[in-house]
């Protein structure tokens, strides 16, 4: 009999400098709400889903960064709530959020949270967009590289709701490599959030080309891994700066099963057939019939584009 999850997509409108955890943390836990009412089972929040998308600033203070951005532990007084209501509920849900650790280390982490309310599995983002410069001509910046380390924990995926469940921060999505090592372990699902501007930090660019982007993206991961994906949008106009929405739920068959229409809080759900991909695994993306590792060696050692013609 084929396995179904009911799956949300838990995006997330602006959140404001000014916005206190408990203030995100009631947010959450009506959208976890919600998705317990159409049916949902897990759900999917966004990256740095407690507070505003604090790398487009350069802040001078650490000690003002790490008070007001970054959680010294999970959970938390202040995220206590949404745990409990998740397990009241029976729900596991993903979710990002800025970690500092006991040795002072910074990641931008994302968890799952099992239905128990115990946390099963950690991700640490590994592809971190941006400069660790302060660029103070710019309109905003990305300053990931300057605020996180590059995550040490690698590409995982875990036993999950009778799913073999992996995790992905946002722009781990633009890289084909990282859904490849989670589909070479198994990956049933993968859960994403994001927090993507409208505009172009380098070039101007049109806001609809990102988007663009951003669906043909999830929708070619999708389908060449033989996976359902689930990325989920913090979004709108965040102290002014605005981020799209688009979050999306995409079938194995590369085909998006639901999509949010607003850059608010929104909630959007699918009836996840997880043996959808059972036949594309068994042929055209059978890994162990067609891969071809001996010729992929270049993949992982080298990392730049290096103009290297055979003639
Ligand atoms: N939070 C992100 O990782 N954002 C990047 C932007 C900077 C391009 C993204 O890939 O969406």
């Not at 400098?17 to 897990?42: C, I, N, Q, W």
């Not at 970054?70 to 509920?89: C, G, I, N, Y």
């Not at 049109?206 to 996976?227: D, E, G, T, W, Y």
């Amino acid at each position: 009999m084929a396995r179904h999850l009911k799956i949300a997509a838990a995006q997330l409108g602006p959140l404001h400098r000014e916005d206190s955890r408990a203030v995100a943390v009631s947010r959450l836990t009506k959208l976890l709400r919600d998705a317990h009412a159409m049916g949902a089972k897990f759900v999917v929040f966004p990256e740095l889903a407690l507070t505003t998308f604090f790398p487009r600033w350069w802040i001078e203070s650490q000690a003002e960064v790490d008070a007001r951005y970054f959680e010294k532990s999970m959970p938390s007084k202040d995220t206590q709530p949404l745990f409990d209501e998740a397990k009241k509920l029976g729900i596991g849900f993903y979710i990002g959020y800025a970690e500092l650790t006991p040795e002072g280390r910074r990641f931008n982490t994302a968890i799952l949270v099992g239905p128990d309310g115990s946390i099963v599995g950690k991700y640490r983002k590994i592809h971190l967009p941006g400069h660790a410069d302060h660029k103070p001509k710019a309109a905003f910046q990305h300053l990931e590289k300057n605020y996180f380390e590059v995550g040490d924990l690698g590409f995982r995926v875990w036993r999950y709701l009778n799913t073999i469940t992996g995790m992905l921060i946002c722009n781990d999505r633009r890289w084909p490599e990282a859904f490849r090592v989670l589909a070479l372990q198994g990956a049933e699902i993968v859960a994403l959030g994001f927090n993507t501007p409208s505009e172009n930090l380098h070039y101007p660019e049109p806001p609809a080309l990102r988007v663009h982007h951003h669906l043909i993206m999830a929708q070619s991961m999708a389908f060449q891994n033989a996976v359902w994906l689930v990325e989920t949008a913090k979004a709108g106009f965040e102290d002014g700066f605005r981020m799209f929405g688009h979050s999306l739920i995409v079938a194995p068959t590369g085909e998006i099963a639901a999509k949010s229409q607003s850059e608010e809080d929104e909630v959007i759900c699918a009836n996840c057939d997880i043996d959808l991909a059972a036949n594309l695994k068994k042929t055209m993306f059978n890994f162990a019939a067609h891969r071809r590792p001996e010729h992929y060696r270049l993949i992982v050692e080298r990392v730049g584009a290096e103009v290297t013609p055979a003639n």
